[in-house]
């Protein structure tokens, strides 16, 4: 029973999540990543400021320090001054800087999409080996950040890469001893074009320059907070917020908030009711006019005050094993929660007078089978209707009333076991977690309506967050990262297509 359920684990990742499958052995190790990349005497990179979102990709960048297997041994990067510290970009609609997007609501602002694909697919423009994980991408400034793992080298790394071409711009890479568990990588970085925040497996946040990959600082949470590594490691995505970092600790604190620049402290907030560290992310919100940042554990959710990292308010509600999702905002204080493993997915409403802060249950639904909930994904709320891929009669595409009320599934059409999804363009694009077939859905329907469907992947475990940025679909599986033209200009061209660019990995 025990080896079924793990079944039911852990994709995000992105986070997006944390994702599960059949433990992997070693004869399970992806092929060796070739190494013809890296050059010897690499140039610098490009600023992050370029206008091009699109650029031309210089040679690629290494940056390689020794570790132990959990904590980074490295000297303390030199203090720089103001004027040599990195400036964020104006982000535009298109970028997609952290997991779920810009907002952390899955829904990409992208427009001009196709809708009906032609009839032998889109055009892949660039694919790349990966290491087996379900880490999703960001995308800021036409540059493409990825956190990986190469097996062979023990080695985990921060690749960026430009979206244009799919040519590695530079890399940041440590010693690690990581074994796999239901994969590896599982973790989204964030970005706002100058800095990229990055957590490891082992639950060490790393913040590096994003024009060259060089090391800001870092702080490696089970010595600096106690925290407890996860069971399948670490599946939280850091939040970029202004000139702050926030992230989950478990340990003393629930959370801290953390100077962008130095890694300094913000604030933190006390662990009163010691929570441990779940493979949920942050989620920012306003309620009431006071901006929040919620976070769902293992007992429940809880709300701190944005400002001073005080906790205003903790919803009880027991989860079993891991919760992978974010607490999902319905508007007016209303919450979303669920996770796998027979979780009751509950709606909780959150409240204040004066100072006092309550969360109370609005509705709840049975345990799986007979109630629905979201194993790894948290849900997307479009248009007073919450969608997503439920337990319940497992991997079928699902619309929601706000209540948790089915309104109707993918029955008898598809069914998409733990794939990831995301709203763009007013479509629905969700990945079958098997097989890795992706299939474009009417977000504006009443009904399951399919616009069309290709198949990139080969599965199994496609697990991460497809991400939609400047025309261009990015999806992946535990081998390989493939970029797609999923343009409208794309799809009516007449050109004949170009075959792929298979991007060699060091």
């Given at each position: 029973?025990f080896?079924?359920?793990?079944?039911?684990?852990?994709?995000?990742?992105?986070?997006?999540?944390?994702?599960?499958?059949?433990?992997?052995?070693?004869?399970?190790?992806?092929?060796?990543p070739?190494?013809?990349?890296?050059a010897?005497s690499?140039?610098?990179?490009?600023?992050?400021?370029?206008?091009?979102?699109i650029?031309?990709?210089?040679?690629?960048?290494?940056?390689?320090?020794?570790?132990?297997?959990?904590?980074?041994?490295?000297?303390?990067?030199?203090?720089?001054?103001?004027?040599?510290?990195?400036?964020?970009?104006?982000?535009?609609?298109?970028?997609?800087?952290?997991y779920?997007?810009?907002?952390r609501?899955?829904?990409?602002?992208?427009?001009?999409?196709a809708?009906k694909?032609?009839?032998?697919?889109?055009?892949?423009v660039?694919?790349?080996?990966?290491?087996?994980?379900?880490?999703?991408?960001?995308?800021?400034?036409?540059?493409v950040?990825?956190?990986?793992?190469?097996?062979?080298q023990d080695?985990?790394?921060?690749?960026?890469?430009?979206?244009?071409?799919g040519?590695?711009l530079?890399?940041?890479?440590?010693?690690?001893?990581?074994?796999?568990?239901?994969?590896?990588?599982?973790?989204?970085p964030?970005?706002?074009?100058?800095?990229?925040?990055?957590?490891?497996?082992?639950?060490?946040?790393?913040?590096?320059?994003?024009?060259?990959?060089?090391?800001?600082?870092?702080?490696?949470?089970?010595t600096?907070?106690?925290?407890?590594?996860?069971?399948?490691?670490?599946?939280?995505?850091?939040?970029i917020?202004?000139?702050?970092?926030?992230?989950?600790?478990g340990g003393?604190?629930?959370?801290?908030?953390?100077?962008?620049?130095?890694?300094?402290?913000?604030?933190?907030?006390?662990?009163?009711d010691?929570?441990?560290?779940?493979?949920?992310?942050?989620?920012?919100?306003?309620?009431?006019?006071?901006?929040?940042?919620?976070?769902?554990?293992?007992?429940?959710?809880?709300?701190?005050?944005?400002?001073?990292?005080?906790?205003?308010?903790y919803?009880?509600?027991?989860f079993n094993?891991?919760?992978?999702?974010?607490?999902?905002?319905?508007g007016?204080?209303k919450?979303?929660?669920?996770?796998?493993?027979?979780?009751?997915?509950?709606v909780c409403?959150?409240?204040?007078?004066?100072?006092?802060?309550?969360a109370?249950?609005?509705?709840?639904?049975?345990?799986?089978?007979?109630g629905?909930?979201?194993?790894?994904?948290t849900?997307?709320?479009?248009?007073?209707?919450?969608?997503?891929?439920?337990?319940?009669?497992?991997?079928?595409?699902t619309?929601?009333?706000?209540?948790?009320k089915?309104?109707?599934?993918?029955?008898?059409h598809?069914?998409?076991e733990?794939?990831?999804?995301?709203?763009?363009?007013?479509?629905?694009?969700?990945?079958?977690?098997?097989?890795?077939?992706?299939?474009?859905?009417?977000?504006?329907?009443d009904?399951?309506?399919?616009?069309?469907?290709?198949?990139?992947?080969?599965g199994?475990?496609a697990w991460?967050?497809?991400?939609?940025?400047?025309?261009?679909?990015?999806?992946?599986?535990?081998?390989?990262?493939?970029?797609?033209?999923i343009?409208?200009?794309a799809?009516?061209?007449?050109t004949?297509?170009?075959?792929?660019?298979?991007?060699?990995?060091?």
């Amino acid at each position: 029973m025990f080896l079924k359920n793990i079944n039911s684990l852990l994709a995000s990742f992105a986070c997006i999540a944390v994702y599960a499958g059949c433990a992997k052995t070693a004869t399970d190790k992806p092929a060796a990543p070739d190494t013809s990349l890296v050059a010897t005497s690499p140039v610098a990179a490009p600023a992050a400021t370029s206008p091009s979102p699109i650029a031309a990709s210089p040679q690629v960048k290494d940056k390689a320090l020794a570790t132990t297997d959990n904590a980074t041994l490295t000297p303390a990067p030199h203090k720089r001054a103001p004027e040599e510290l990195p400036k964020p970009v104006a982000l535009t609609p298109e970028d997609w800087p952290q997991y779920r997007g810009a907002n952390r609501d899955g829904i990409s602002q992208a427009t001009g999409l196709a809708h009906k694909l032609p009839a032998d697919g889109p055009r892949i423009v660039w694919q790349t080996t990966v290491g087996q994980g379900y880490s999703a991408p960001s995308v800021v400034a036409g540059n493409v950040y990825l956190d990986d793992y190469d097996e062979k080298q023990d080695e985990w790394m921060v690749r960026c890469l430009a979206l244009a071409d799919g040519k590695e711009l530079w890399r940041y890479k440590v010693k690690k001893n990581i074994r796999p568990n239901h994969g590896i990588t599982r973790s989204a970085p964030a970005t706002d074009g100058a800095y990229v925040i990055s957590i490891d497996p082992k639950c060490e946040v790393h913040c590096l320059d994003a024009r060259n990959g060089e090391l800001l600082w870092k702080k490696f949470l089970p010595t600096d907070y106690g925290t407890q590594i996860p069971p399948w490691y670490n599946g939280q995505c850091p939040l970029i917020e202004g000139d702050r970092v926030v992230i989950a600790t478990g340990g003393r604190a629930v959370m801290t908030a953390l100077k962008k620049e130095t890694g300094e402290k913000i604030w933190e907030t006390e662990n009163k009711d010691e929570f441990l560290l779940s493979h949920s992310s942050i989620m920012p919100i306003e309620v009431d006019g006071v901006k929040q940042y919620t976070y769902t554990t293992l007992k429940g959710a809880v709300g701190v005050d944005a400002q001073s990292g005080k906790q205003l308010w903790y919803f009880p509600w027991k989860f079993n094993t891991a919760v992978c999702s974010m607490p999902l905002p319905l508007g007016g204080g209303k919450f979303l929660l669920t996770a796998g493993y027979h979780a009751q997915t509950v709606v909780c409403q959150v409240t204040h007078s004066g100072n006092e802060w309550t969360a109370k249950e609005v509705a709840s639904l049975p345990p799986p089978t007979a109630g629905w909930n979201s194993e790894v994904h948290t849900p997307i709320f479009y248009k007073d209707r919450i969608y997503g891929i439920g337990k319940k009669q497992r991997g079928l595409w699902t619309c929601l009333d706000q209540q948790g009320k089915e309104l109707w599934t993918s029955d008898h059409h598809a069914a998409f076991e733990l794939g990831g999804y995301v709203l763009a363009d007013g479509m629905f694009i969700v990945v079958e977690g098997t097989t890795g077939t992706v299939r474009l859905l009417n977000a504006n329907a009443d009904h399951y309506e399919e616009l069309g469907s290709f198949q990139l992947l080969t599965g199994p475990d496609a697990w991460a967050p497809p991400v939609v940025s400047h025309g261009r679909l990015l999806v992946r599986d535990m081998a390989k990262l493939i970029c797609v033209d999923i343009s409208a200009d794309a799809a009516n061209s007449t050109t004949p297509k170009t075959a792929a660019v298979t991007v060699p990995v060091k």
